[in-house]
Nanobody, 123 residues
Framework: VQLQASGGGLVQTGGSLRLSCAAS????????MGWSRQAPGKEREFVAA????????YYSDSVKGRFTISKDNAKNTVYLQMNNLKNEDTAIYYC?????????????????WGQGTQVTVSS
């Protein structure tokens, strides 16, 4: 499984960005896709996840109501629409895939990680 993230950039507070994660070589071990982020000096934290089958989504409390995760099964691509961005959303965002959403939430033992994409929110 390979994951290719894109869409990061510089945005002002209150602005929006959409991240994309294109997946290839998918297998049963990657049936849940998600996003995590790591801010400078902080540990990586879970942001959102979605199942390839069905529409169940999961969010961290810090982004609930502002971020939306979605998918295009035909394109094997997962998106993270980020609205009302705050300074504290500044981080490197990583897409990830695993069999279990609980593993994605925990961050360790994740099967597959994409390369990060930088999101910088400035006042």
């Amino acid at each position: 499984v390979q994951l290719q993230a894109s869409g990061g950039g510089l945005v002002q507070t209150g602005g929006s960005l959409r991240l994309s994660c294109a997946a290839s070589g998918l297998s049963f071990s990657a049936n849940v896709m998600g996003w995590s982020r790591q801010a400078p000096g902080k540990e990586r934290e879970f942001v959102a996840a979605i199942h390839w089958a069905g529409d169940t989504t999961y969010y961290s409390d810090s982004v609930k109501g502002r971020f939306t995760i979605s998918k295009d099964n035909a394109k094997n691509t997962v998106y993270l629409q980020m609205n009302n961005l705050k300074n504290e959303d500044t981080a490197i965002y990583y897409c990830a895939a695993n069999r279990s959403v609980n593993v994605l939430r925990g961050g360790s033992r994740v099967n597959y990680w994409g390369q990060g994409t930088q999101v910088t929110v400035s006042s």
